[in-house]
């Protein structure tokens, strides 16, 4: 087998800068120095948002579900909605991470750190959701299979069974993955901090020196890591699809219901990295390392799954029409030209419509146009949870209870707090931790280097 | 002990230890006082029954009272009662919170001169009162309802021996002219008591007696037998219905004939010529009438009634061929200022048709006790107008809610200068009063009534009183006796209570209490002559006041009825029979004048009806009504009463709705009677729009298989309701059976079918609820609802709501959709096209003028033998349990609410906020079932098929080393049915009549079969009977 032309793989490496070692210390790590004035401004605003939507929560707790806007029939909502959602953008980092490292596409060093801390972050946010949304969260342990006196077991045939083991499993594979990928570069921070910083990268960095048998050992772990991610970013939200597919709602009892529901994950996970990058990128001065490329490539990425998740939506009411099925044909006329059309529109546009603009490559290049499809994205995959939920629920078998779901203040803060608690984590992250994988870039580095001498023959 | 065996000994040191724990927690010391000598009656924990009588109503049907530990729970029906055979409907069950409302006054109270009321002894306000009386009791009236004969006669003697002015009994629905209308046709003075039970034709003229009439409970029972399907394979009785609106009875009826209201006399004439030219009715008769009928021709009558002449002549030919037909007249809101005559034409049709003796029983009045009078309840307005009356006495009515503005109530009262009221909750006559001596509630108090010769009803007290009370008669006994010596002498001594005793010593009193009365079943003469005065019966239509393009027509309402029930929460949150909805008044228009007026449903209309009579009020579009008349329930408008008006929506003082009666004319019929049909109305817009708590979305069934009906040729030509190719499981075996055949391989089932669905040559049968428990339990336990036999009356929801301590959640609530109730009456219109809706779906889409097609569909857990709701659950609090129940363990219950978004039958309920605590005011909190937990908040709960009456059942048959009997056990929502329209019973017991009735090859079917959920209610569908045919 020849090897491929030394071109080729210099353009696939190309996003690497040609900085030295230290400056990519410097460049990276200047982003955790000493927090400026505004830093603390949106940290202490995100931290009372947190609050405030807590408080709300508690009230919540107090008084009962009513002051959410659940009206029979219809007893999934905003909670629901947002806790899928937030499970979707969990998917972008273990892809980026694990499947991409896989398949060595180089180009994932620059992003892979947001990503899987993103990862993390949006399962923890997706987690309180399964609190916030049960009606007796006092009782929320029954859902978890510990040995008791009585006897009593929990329901394996239930997919919230499986939904929390699959969030569980997730969070900590992707909590341990995150961690591994920080190990060298804690060292790197440890190094150079003093302080109460430098106590903790000690700690985080376990005793890291660089020997070349610890990056043999890491190097192994993180490959394993990423195999066992794999299965998951495919399986989690699969299971979560299933929340809805193993259920007798018509619109929501479909067999497309996984690969839809990953493709969707995937597709918001990409929009909601890009959505928080391309700020950190322009406030820190990564525009070295994070490049248009690394844009092209991630628009590309989020065309593709539209393209993925606009079949589905057709296919879904081709399979309706197909079916002959009153009760799915009835249920999906109405989501489209229903009460709720304004939800079903917005999720068709802004999922299907807008990101066709990435066929054009000045677009994905263009970091305005970019950010703002993610945008869109972001609001189009969370009103197509609430269009799948809420309209499914609405209008089911017996026409005497259809019912309509309206929103009501206390969710919609509570959504808006899962947005600042979210963020919080992030805004704190970046400036405990490299916001970029040191260690990988460097490695990148020098592969480049080589290259590049190659190339000069 | 050889009878105790390891698992009883299991029990009861789970019980010893429960009790051990128990006592060992540290919660705050409650002081438990146990009975120190235990009555000798009561058990814990096993309920006492008392017989006793309903006073919601003059139809006065017997009670079981069901007591646990001295307090009464649940009203049931007397089964020995010869009016309500043990069914009870939704207003007499919701009377027991009249014992238990946090209204009740705490005691004797008097108005100070800030207008406050504040508490007074008994000794105080007897004294008080005899102080008035002595200084003038010729000036002194007595006002009220009818308290039973005894009652009656004891205050007849009060007013003689006080020599106060008189006694006025009023009712605002009291059948009048039905009476008059008697003297008039028959010329004796009789009660006209119609049985339906054997009738084989029946025609209403705008008489809603299945929800509003003289007797519901028992007419609905008599209509249901005489439309049995079993017992009448060919249909059983004919059904017609002429009236401007479709009511829950109409909707009952084979064939609705939408006439102008007010027409129901000249109808009744023209049907009687028909009848009489067809060969019915004797010569003499035919001379009789010949001039009278002379104008009622068909088709002038036709011109005058809305009714087409071939209609009017097919029904009079049906009705001149029936052999047991009856005509029942106009009551209630139909009665106009002709509503004589119009009931007199009535009964002449029922005189032609031979309904006299038959279905018509004319039954001598009873000769003790006054009988309503609206003439003299004006006499007394006018009286008080002109301050003759010193002290008025008003017991048991609400006439300052209920009397006409125009007839100067209000004012009339207010020049009254010493008002009492005997209301043991607070009204707007109370919120009049000058003294308030509060009255026992009825399950407090000793008494009788007669709703009819040969039926004498007692009542006895349940409960100690709950507050400071006094029957009426003792407490006006005691007045009386303070009066004076010379009063006191006049007196009878001794209680109320004695002195019932004594009235009813002719029989045994102890019996009498035991079976709830004394009953001897009357009939009349066995037929009867026309009286000479029916020459010159003068039928025209109704003067109507006003302007407007409308006829307003005031309805009592199905559950409210004249107001009185108002304050009752169940009968303000069960959805109203016909249009689903709770809490409101709303204006019904036909669809035509709502597209006139350019409003959809909620849009505030303004309803003027002449004079400073108006009032604002949402407006709900329908099909089911005439385009001339608007309609606007009689019942709300309260100001007074926590649930009644806005109180319990935090804005006390607010009126609840729109009292129609304000806005009628003050018109009366012939003779003085109440009329209620009297005033024309003027709409326009005012140009906002309200929030309608409607409780059902849509009225098109789709052909989903849920309130299903079959016509009865097919039902003859042996079709059944379900065509088994219809089943897709069926058609997909049935192929490859063929298939496997062609092939000539033996027909194995294929894999997927389940053996048990498959029969002994292979071929498919159809789902076998028996299955699903656990092979080996003696029970499946299961449930029948025969639609043909379901009227929509809603006793059953009511029935639901008390058993199981379902919280009452308030109009904002409900507008939300959060009811709580666990036993719904979907009511379907024919099953319509399937087309799409866009927007909105409207919540009433197929009804039309002069299309009956109503299917009233009762929907609770149907405890499916493949329940969708027990897989998803993820701890296991619903499952299925080994008798094939579906259970729902509160305890276990974290409230993901998955099973009810997989419910597809929707009938879970979520517990949005603390209701079990907090919805339940003092002390309210006393009548709650303790057999059935009281749900906290972030929990499921839904239908249990009554298990806790299963398992009070279970013990005796333990006991007696038997199984539960059929018939032993019953849910609440069958036992109040008065169309016993549902079976509960162990299906597994081929004999039981659940498993007997659910076999219906032709009628039954399950609700959503498709989903193949395998329940264990099968429905039989409605059988649609047609349009009459001669």
């Known amino acids: 087998m020849t090897p491929p032309p030394a071109a080729s793989v210099a353009d696939m490496i190309r996003p690497v800068p040609l900085v030295a070692d230290s400056q990519v210390n410097r460049d990276i790590l200047a982003v955790m120095d000493r927090p400026t004035m505004p830093y603390w401004l949106l940290l202490g605003f995100l931290v009372v948002f947190v609050h405030a939507a807590g408080a709300v929560w508690v009230y919540q707790v107090y008084m009962g579900l009513g002051i959410a806007g659940y009206a029979h029939p219809i007893f999934w909502g905003v909670y629901i909605v947002t806790f899928v959602f937030w499970v979707g953008i969990a998917h972008a980092g273990t892809l980026i991470s694990a499947i991409l490292y896989l398949f060595r596409s180089k180009w994932r060093n620059a992003i892979n750190r947001s990503a899987e801390a993103m990862t993390v972050f949006a399962v923890l946010t997706a987690a309180q959701f399964l609190g916030i949304h049960v009606g007796r969260i006092w009782k929320s342990y029954f859902i978890l299979p510990y040995p008791n006196q009585r006897g009593l077991w929990v329901n394996f045939k239930s997919p919230l069974v499986w939904d929390t083991f699959a969030i569980s499993t997730y969070g900590t594979i992707s909590a341990l993955f995150l961690f591994v990928g920080l190990i060298p570069d804690f060292a790197i921070a440890r190094d150079r901090s003093t302080g109460w910083r430098k106590l903790l990268y000690t700690a985080l960095a376990l005793g890291w020196q660089g020997k070349s048998k610890q990056w043999k050992a890491w190097n192994r772990t993180v490959l394993h890591l990423s195999g066992l991610c794999t299965p998951l970013v495919l399986s989690v939200h699969s299971v979560v699809s299933w929340d809805f597919a193993m259920s007798i709602v018509p619109t929501w009892h479909a067999t497309i219901f996984a690969p839809y529901f990953v493709a969707g994950a995937i597709f918001s996970g990409f929009a909601m990295v890009l959505t928080m990058m391309i700020p950190v990128r322009r406030i820190f001065g990564l525009e070295a390392y994070i490049t248009d490329y690394h844009f092209d490539n991630m628009a590309k990425f989020i065309l593709l799954t539209s393209l993925i998740v606009g079949y589905s939506y057709l296919m879904e009411f081709f399979i309706a029409w197909y079916s002959g099925n009153e009760f799915e044909q009835t249920a999906w006329w109405y989501r489209v030209f229903g009460p709720y059309w304004i939800s079903t529109w917005t999720m068709l546009i802004c999922n299907t419509v807008i990101p066709q603009v990435f066929w054009f490559k000045r677009a994905r290049t263009h970091v305005p146009t970019v950010f703002a499809v993610s945008i869109f994205v972001n609001i189009g995959m969370w009103f197509e949870r609430y269009v799948i939920i809420v309209i499914g629920l609405s209008h089911e078998y017996d026409p005497a209870v259809w019912g309509i779901y309206t929103p009501r203040p206390p969710e919609l803060m509570i959504l808006a707090g899962s947005f600042a608690f979210f963020a919080m984590f992030f805004v704190i992250f970046i400036k405990l931790f490299p916001v970029i994988a040191v260690s990988e870039m460097k490695e990148l580095a020098i592969h480049q280097k080589s290259h590049a001498h190659e190339g000069a023959h | ?1030």
């Open chain 2, 1 to 1030: 002990m050889p009878e105790l065996d390891r698992r009883d000994f299991l029990k009861l040191v789970g019980v010893g230890a429960g009790a051990a724990a128990a006592a060992g927690c540290s919660d705050p010391v409650e002081k438990l006082i146990p009975y120190v000598i235990q009555p000798e009656v009561i058990t814990p924990g096993i309920p006492v029954y008392y017989a006793s009588t309903c006073r919601e109503c003059s139809a006065a049907c017997g009670l079981h009272v069901k007591t646990r530990e001295g307090r009464p729970i649940k009203l049931e029906g007397n089964p020995e009662h010869p009016v309500n055979k043990g069914s009870l409907c939704a207003r007499g069950q919701a009377g027991i919170g009249r014992t238990y409302h946090p209204d009740r006054f705490p005691g004797p109270m008097l108005r100070g001169s800030d207008g406050k009321l504040a508490p007074i002894s008994w000794k105080d306000a007897t004294e008080l009162l005899a102080t008035k009386l002595r200084g003038g009791a010729g000036n002194a009236y007595l006002l009220g309802s009818d308290p039973g004969p005894t009652a009656s006669g004891l205050l007849d003697k009060w007013v003689a021996a006080v020599g106060a002015g008189g006694r006025v009994v009023y009712e605002p629905f009291a059948p009048e002219a039905l009476l008059e209308a008697t003297q008039l046709v028959f010329g004796v003075a009789s009660e006209p008591v119609f049985d339906l039970s054997k009738a084989d034709f029946v025609v209403s003229f705008a008489n809603d007696f299945l929800e509003t009439g003289v007797s519901p409970t028992e007419h609905a029972r008599q209509l249901a037998a005489a439309r049995d399907i079993g017992a009448h394979p060919e249909g059983g009785a004919r059904f017609v219905y002429f009236g401007p609106r479709l009511s829950m009875t109409a909707s009952s009826s084979d064939e609705w004939i939408p006439a102008r209201p007010g027409s129901e006399g000249i109808l009744a004439m023209a049907l009687a010529r028909v009848v009489l030219e067809n060969g019915a009715g004797s010569a003499s008769e035919r001379t009789l009438l010949s001039g009278v009928l002379d104008g009622f021709d068909a088709e002038r009558a036709a011109a005058r009634t809305g009714v087409d002449a071939k209609t009017i002549e097919r029904v009079g030919k049906a009705l001149a061929k029936a052999k047991v037909p009856v005509a029942l007249p106009p009551v209630g809101g139909f009665a106009s200022n002709r509503a004589r005559a119009a009931t007199a034409a009535v009964l002449v049709l029922n005189q032609v048709i031979g309904a006299v003796g038959k279905t018509l029983a004319l039954l001598p009045l009873p000769s003790d006790g006054k009988r309503a009078s609206y003439k003299e309840l004006l006499a007394l307005v006018d009286s008080m107008k002109s301050g003759k009356v010193s002290v008025l006495l008003v017991y048991g009515a609400d006439p300052a809610y209920s009397m006409p503005q125009t007839t100067g109530f209000a004012d009339a009262l207010a020049k009254v200068p010493f008002v009492v009221s005997f209301a043991s909750s607070k009204n707007e006559t109370s919120a009049l009063a000058h003294l308030i001596l509060p009255e026992h509630t009825p399950l407090e108090s000793w008494g009788d009534a007669q709703p009819r010769a040969g039926v004498r009803s007692i009542l006895q007290p349940t409960v100690r009183p709950l507050q400071d009370t006094q029957a009426l008669v003792d407490a006006l006994l005691d007045v009386g006796r303070a009066v004076g010596p010379e009063v006191a002498a006049k007196l009878p001594t001794g209680s109320f209570r004695t002195l019932l005793e004594a009235a009813w010593s002719d029989v045994d009193f102890r019996q009498a209490l035991q079976r709830g009365g004394v009953f001897t079943e009357k009939s009349g003469p066995a037929s009867a002559g026309l009286s000479a005065g029916v020459a010159k019966l003068e039928v025209a239509e109704p003067h109507l006041e006003g302007e407007g393009d409308y006829v307003l027509l005031a309805l009592p309402s199905p559950l409210l009825y004249d107001g009185r029930g108002a304050n009752l929460p169940w009968l303000q949150e069960i959805p109203d029979p016909v249009m689903k909805i709770v809490w409101q008044s709303w204006l019904e228009v036909s669809l035509e004048t709502a597209q006139k007026l350019g409003v959809v449903a909620g849009d505030v209309l303004v309803i003027e009806t002449g004079g400073q009579r108006r009032a604002e009020v949402p407006v709900v579009p329908r099909g089911g009504l005439r385009n001339d008349v608007v309609a606007l329930a009689v019942g709300q408008g309260h100001t007074q009463g926590l649930y009644a008006s806005h109180e319990n929506d935090g804005r006390p003082g607010e009126a609840r709705g729109v009292n129609v009666i304000s806005l009628l004319a003050a018109a009366t019929d012939e003779m003085g009677g109440r009329a209620w049909l009297t005033t024309k109305a003027k709409l326009s817009k005012a140009g906002r729009s309200e929030r309608v708590a409607f409780t059902g979305a849509n009225d098109n069934e789709r052909e989903r298989m849920l309130g299903e009906a079959i016509a009865l040729s097919d039902l003859l030509s042996g079709k059944s309701v379900v065509d088994p190719e219809m089943l897709g499981l069926a058609a997909s075996v049935k192929e490859r059976l063929q298939d496997a055949a062609r092939k000539g391989e033996t027909a194995a089932p294929p894999a997927e079918v389940p053996p048990e669905a498959l029969g002994r040559n292979g071929e498919f049968v159809a789902y076998n609820p028996t299955e699903d428990a656990k092979p080996g339990s003696p029970y499946r336990w299961g449930m029948t609802i025969d639609l043909d036999r379901c009227t929509g009356c809603s006793a059953c929801v009511a029935a639901c709501y008390l058993e199981n301590n379902i919280p009452i959640v308030g109009e904002e609530q409900s507008i939300r959709g959060r009811i709580m109730s666990w036993l719904r009456i979907e009511r379907y219109v024919t099953e319509g096209d399937v087309d799409f809706i866009p927007g909105r779906p409207p919540h009433s889409t197929l009804e039309r003028l002069g299309h009956v097609g109503v299917r009233h569909l009762p929907m609770m857990c149907q405890h499916c033998g493949s329940a969708p709701c027990e897989p998803v659950c993820p701890v296991f609090a619903t499952y299925h349990n080994p008798e094939g129940l579906n259970g729902m363990v509160y305890n276990r219950c974290i409230g993901t609410r998955y099973c009810s978004n997989n419910c597809p039958y929707k009938v879970r309920r979520f517990n949005y906020y603390n209701y079990g605590l907090d919805n339940w005011p003092e002390p309210m909190k006393l009548m709650l079932n303790p057999d059935v937990t009281v749900r906290c908040k972030g929990v499921m709960e839904k239908c249990t098929y009554c298990t806790q009456r299963v398992e009070a059942a279970r013990q005796p048959a333990k006991n007696e080393k038997r199984l539960i009997r059929d018939g032993e056990v019953t849910t609440a929502c069958a036992q109040s049915c008065p169309t016993q329209a549902i079976t509960f019973g162990n299906l597994k017991d081929a004999d039981s009549q659940v498993a007997k009735k659910g076999s219906d090859p032709k009628r039954g079917y399950h609700a959503l079969h498709v989903l193949n959920t395998r329940p264990a209610t099968t429905y039989l569908a409605k059988v649609v009977r047609g349009s009459v045919e001669v």
